[in-house]
């Protein structure tokens, strides 16, 4: 059984389509790459499966459970649709850290404040702190930062704010992690160290989805690829069949402006 269903997925904003009838779905351990023009619907898609955005119609299944079906209005409530974003982990294209914190504090923030929900919070806060604590110096350290954790995010690079963002995402151990175009916002010599903390995780077998702009990244390191267009998947597939011999004249139209470029 798929790890992640999505069927039928719809989003307009001010009557305009931006996603039309989406559907594809992901197997544990596998990563996906989601290419396509500016426009084309990738980061929206993104934002409507970590309920950023809530999609007009469609269903969200994880592990066979269904956590959103547009059709089902108790699946559609904020107070239930907060806890379904744990299942997924999203990294931003402008890292969005908290510049009053370190990057340690940035690890641990999230997992912090779901500890202080659990009803042994107060009896056993320093142990659940020192827990948090442990597990995001560990992370930092996965992430070749273990020298960088009480900096605060202005005095790192932006490839290290990244991966600080990429270490919070995984604090909260979620089933699938996502990237918005984890390298846009990068310059061109930090780009390859980003890239190659997510090659690691997809070594890992870790399950994500990678909305990118890096193709030749999307062809070597996902395990399938999805091409949209018009808020349409136009085409999906094993990465060597999508880039070099694509079916589709609208991928084949797409994948000659990035060989030209």
């Known amino acids: 059984m798929p790890i992640l269903e999505v069927e039928h997925i719809s989003k307009s904003f001010n009557k305009t389509p931006v996603l039309k009838d989406v559907g594809f779905n992901l197997e544990k351990g596998q990563a996906v790459s989601i ?8 980061t929206t898609l993104l934002r409507c499966l970590n309920f950023l955005e809530h999609p007009d119609n469609g269903i969200i ?18 107070s239930v649709i907060r806890k379904k974003r744990l299942h997924f982990g999203l990294v931003f294209q402008n890292f969005n850290l908290f510049p009053q914190y370190t990057a340690l504090e940035n690890v641990m923030l999230a997992k912090k404040l779901l500890a202080t929900e659990q009803p042994d919070f107060k009896e056993r806060k320093r142990e659940i702190l020192t827990a948090i604590e442990v597990q995001a110096k560990v992370l930092l350290t996965q992430m070749g930062l273990d020298n960088r954790m009480d900096n605060y995010p202005h005095q790192l690079s932006g490839g290290q704010c990244q991966r600080v963002a990429i270490a919070r995402a995984l604090a909260l151990q979620p089933d699938i992690l996502c990237f918005d175009e984890p390298t846009s916002a990068l310059d061109p010599e930090l780009t390859g160290e980003v890239l190659k903390v997510i090659r690691e995780l997809a070594d890992q077998n870790t399950t994500m989805i990678i909305v990118t702009h890096e193709m030749a990244f999307a062809r070597d390191v996902a395990d399938h690829v999805i091409f949209m267009d018009d808020g349409r998947i136009v085409e999906q597939g094993d990465p060597r069949q999508v880039f070099e011999n694509p079916s589709e004249e609208r991928t084949k139209q797409f994948l000659s402006r990035f060989h030209e470029g």
């Not at 299944?61 to 904020?78: H, I």
């Open 35 to 42: 290419i396509g023009s500016s426009g084309s619907g990738k």
């Open 61 to 78: 299944r994880v592990n066979g459970e269904t956590l959103f079906d547009a059709s089902v209005p108790a699946t559609t409530q904020e």
